[in-house]
């Protein structure tokens, strides 16, 4: 039963559906203030407030833009370096311990050095997000390629397979499951450093709607940018698992 597609969707929404109910309860009983924990009914209020206004929809979309771009940009530099440390020990005893020290970096230590490169525009945000899924790529790429089958790669390699060659029909496709493991990884990654990022002197986007929500006590759009952010992190995320499966099926 648990195979069905449907079934497994069905089950999913349980506990989101009984957590609805659990937050309807609590604030009909009166257990919290309106400003500690506004109804979900004030919370699809403060949304079609500002989708009527034409900002929510705003908000979403450039969001999700920086999103996406700083996750193609860290994602291809993690695949290209984690590939390269992978496969050379003299790249990975010449960059490893510094690309594992800035792994230790928290993520607002970044904002101040970006603003003063890059200013205050849309390359300051992009490139922390990138920053933020680099790490997982590369990380999850130059292990899995320190662990491919020897016996594969010398069999490879006795029909004429070398180099960029030997890596792209070889290599990358025995480890595509942990490839789309550090993809998904970076995925979410990138959400969680899109509110620092947008701490950029930002006027737009859900991490600005969030911490100006907080600015002004409105809790209501506090939970509305937590929510969209939840839903459409997890939105991403199953559209990557659906390329996974693919890339999965054809070449692993």
Same mark, same amino acid.
């Given at each position: ?7 497994? !969707? ?9 957590? $609805? ?5 609590? =604030? !009909? ?12 009914? !004030? ?6 407030? $500002? ?22 940009? %860290? ?13 050379? *020990? ?17 993520? $607002? ?15 300051? &945000?992009? =490139? ?17 390629? *320190? ?12 029909? %004429?397979?070398? %180099?960029?060659?030997?890596? =792209? ?18 995925? !979410? ?17 859900? %991490? ?19 929510? @969209? ?9 199953? @559209?990557?698992?659906?390329?996974? &499966? &693919? ?6």
């Amino acid at each position: 039963m648990l195979a069905s597609r449907w079934t497994r !969707a069905g089950l999913g929404l349980v506990v989101p559906v009984l957590v $609805l109910a659990a937050w309807q309860i609590t =604030t !009909a009983a009166g257990i919290f203030s309106p400003v500690q924990l506004p109804s979900p009914s !004030a919370v699809y209020t403060a949304a079609a407030d $500002l989708l009527s206004r034409g900002q929510l929809g705003n908000h979403v979309a450039i969001s999700t833009q920086r999103v996406l771009i700083g996750f193609a940009v %860290g994602g291809v530099l993690g695949l290209a370096l984690g590939a390269l440390l992978g496969l050379s *020990r003299l790249a990975d005893i010449l960059l490893g311990p510094m690309i594992g020290a800035l792994r230790a970096v928290p993520s $607002l230590a970044w904002v101040p050095l970006l603003i003063l490169w890059l200013k205050i525009g849309e390359d300051s &945000k992009i =490139t922390l997000i990138a920053i933020g899924a680099f790490f997982p790529v590369f990380t999850t790429v130059s292990l899995a390629l *320190r662990h491919v089958d020897r016996n594969l790669v010398e069999a490879a390699r006795a029909f %004429g397979l070398n %180099g960029l060659k030997l890596l =792209t029909t070889v290599q990358l496709p025995a480890v595509v499951p942990a490839v789309f493991s550090g993809l998904r990884l970076a995925l !979410a990654q990138s959400w969680l450093f899109l509110v620092a990022a947008e701490l950029i002197a930002s006027s737009m986007g859900l %991490g600005f709607l969030l911490t100006d929500s907080q600015n002004n006590g409105r809790t209501d759009r506090l939970l509305l940018a937590i929510i @969209l952010l939840a839903v459409i992190g997890k939105a991403t995320d199953a @559209l990557l698992g659906l390329a996974e &499966k &693919k890339a999965v099926a054809k070449w692993a």
